[in-house]
């Protein structure tokens, strides 16, 4: 199909790169459950995907396509002139192989950006300017936001995990004294925090702490002349 598709756009004029998938066993398990359809109902189990160089050429692929392979009625989508929200763009349709409907992606080069890496990094692309690392982690942050709302089935266990990630990066402890110090995520046990405010303090002769005001014990370990602690 791939191979059918290149040469009648070469034939036609239309510069255009092509990709291809065979739809993944779990993605269709998934598609099938959540669209509570049958297998005769995925008209994507196979897809290509036409990659051009303008608007124009997108409608003129649409044409070529149709003309090798019968549409599928009710399956042409024109994100191009009606972009989604989230300024997703291309043309989507459905044709029949012989008796195998496969779907038909075609858009240019930009749009294809946009799909695969997101606003933010098409943005960040266009302007020319290397983005900060803050910038490229929050970007990653925000796609694994987006991946666990989709994985996650309880709202609570969501609304927990983005609890946690949007946590100050530091946290506060007190001296027996009231003294306030903040100090980094990283340092996690009330040993760790004996430590940091003095070697000393941190030795053997911490042996305890409280927490939300009960006693909690601790032990250590001497593992290669290093002390671990362990609640």
């Known amino acids: 199909m791939k191979t059918t598709i290149q040469t009648k756009l070469v034939e036609s004029g239309i510069p255009a790169e092509l990709e291809a998938r065979v739809k993944s066993l779990y993605s269709l398990h998934r598609k099938i459950l959540r669209q509570e ?11 290509v995907r036409v990659i051009t160089d303008s608007d124009r050429n997108c409608y003129a692929a649409l044409g070529v396509v149709h003309h090798i392979w ?3 009625p009710g399956r042409f989508k024109d994100y191009i002139a009606m972009a989604r929200p989230n300024l997703y763009q291309s043309l989507h349709t459905t044709v029949l ?36 690392e803050d910038d490229d982690q929050r970007i990653t942050w925000m796609r694994q936001l987006i991946e666990w709302s989709q994985e996650m089935q309880e709202p609570g266990e969501f609304l ?8 100050p990066v530091e946290v506060y402890a007190f001296t027996p004294e009231g003294t306030r110090a903040g100090i980094a995520r990283a340092v996690r046990t009330p040993v760790d925090f004996a430590y940091l405010v003095h070697t000393e303090v941190g030795h053997p002769v ?9 006693m909690v014990s601790l032990r250590h370990e001497i593992t290669s002349g290093r002390r671990r602690w362990r609640s």
Not at 114 to 127: C, D
Not at 160 to 167: P, Q
Request: glycine share 10%.
């Open 37 to 47: 359809t049958g297998l005769e109902q995925v008209y994507d189990l196979l897809a």
């Open 97 to 132: 192989h012989g008796a195998q409907p496969f779907e038909v992606q075609i858009r240019t080069q930009e749009m294809h950006r946009i799909a695969e890496e997101g606003v933010a990094a098409h943005w960040k692309y266009k302007s020319g300017k290397p983005g900060s």
């Open 160 to 167: 927990s995990t983005l609890k946690v990630d949007l946590a």
């Open 70 to 72: 019968r549409p599928v």
């Open 206 to 214: 911490a042996v305890g702490a409280k927490v939300n005001g009960q």
